[in-house]
């Protein structure tokens, strides 16, 4: 086998033991909610948005300890990808699930019953802080940055509030599958779904560092820059295979979580990891950067707009993302954008 082939083959295998763990991280979240009495959109805009946006958290802040420009414009890349692809790349990926388990017969409908309050909340939470996020990138001024870095903490905080503080119990709106730890139970015991919950995240973090090593090293061969790689191939890397978690949740029809894993995420990435950016580096953002978070802005504008207007989220309006991001990545490599 050629080494591309065996990177090609390590890189699948790494996938497998992410979707693996994905499978019984959304099982097991749903029954952590359930157990703990929390609403839909806690469970999937804060607690499963943020167990699997953690990992990938790390890979800027071990880059800004590493130091060195170069470091610094991985780790700021790694901070712009996320919410970029969150914006593009999932919402396709969950739209094309959607659509095609429809067509398939396993969903019954492509209408998605999603609660367009909480998500429309989570978008314009997103719109707000990340723009707020790549404004302060213009403040000629440090300290200026970082009491919006501050403002961004304080507001995700309230954010976390609101959720757990709203809705109806997952219990009561959805239809829980038996724990795969205690298939045979009715009802799980929390110890076992905390545990199912660890072992999840651990297939997903290491599952995702193997395939973020083998991406690495299929980007070398294919030559590939370092910006491309911090921008695109990073985020798809780290965060797109665990936003697998939306695909499952829209087989089974519970799209408010699905969506929620998305639009939580992009929340969290707009103000935790944007604020150690701003904390560890100047914040001075150049083309490149500016672009994907135009384009992430731009698609998360128009899906937050369907959704007002329409009061209901169609899986056709997510496939926005797509053309955006089939856009940047054409524009960063003719012109070479990313290199510079």
Known sequence: MSLLGLEIALAAGALLVILAGCELFTNAIEWFGAKLNLS??????????????????????????????????????????????????????TAFGVLGYTRSGRRESADMAVDAQVLSH????????????????????????WAVGIVLLLAYAYYVWVHFRSG???????????????????????????????LALACIFV???????????????????????????????????????????????????????????????????????MFATPWVLDTPGLASAAIALLSGTLVYLHMRTQGKLSPWALLVGLPLYVAFLAIALTNGAAGH
């Not at 167990?51 to 790694?78: C, D, M, N, S, Y």
């Not at 978690?245 to 935790?272: C, E, Y």
Request: hydrophobic letters at 50%.
């Open 40 to 93: 839909t959109g806690a469970c999937g805009s804060v607690l499963a948005a943020v167990g699997t946006a953690l990992p990938e958290t790390l890979v800027p802040i071990v880059a800004f300890i590493k130091g060195g420009e170069e470091a610094r414009e991985i780790g700021t890349g790694g901070i712009l990808g996320a919410p970029f692809m969150l914006a593009t790349l999932a919402f396709t990926v």
């Open 122 to 145: 989570d978008l314009g939470y997103f719109l707000v802080a990340y723009l707020a996020a790549v404004g302060a990138s213009f403040l000629p001024i440090r300290e200026a940055k």
């Open 168 to 198: 109806t119990c997952i219990a009561d709106e959805c239809e829980l599958v038996p724990l795969r730890m205690q298939p045979n139970a009715v009802v799980p015991r929390l110890r076992y779904v905390s545990l199912q919950i660890v």
């Open 207 to 277: 599952g995702a560092h193997l395939f973020v090593d083998h991406l690495i090293e299929l980007a070398g061969l294919a030559g590939v820059s370092p910006l491309v790689l911090s921008i695109i191939i990073t985020p798809i890397a780290t965060e797109l295979p665990e936003k697998f978690n939306s695909v499952l949740w829209v087989r089974d029809g519970k799209d408010t979580l699905a969506m929620g894993n998305i639009t939580g995420a992009m929340v969290f990435q707009s103000t935790i990891p944007v604020t150690v950016g």
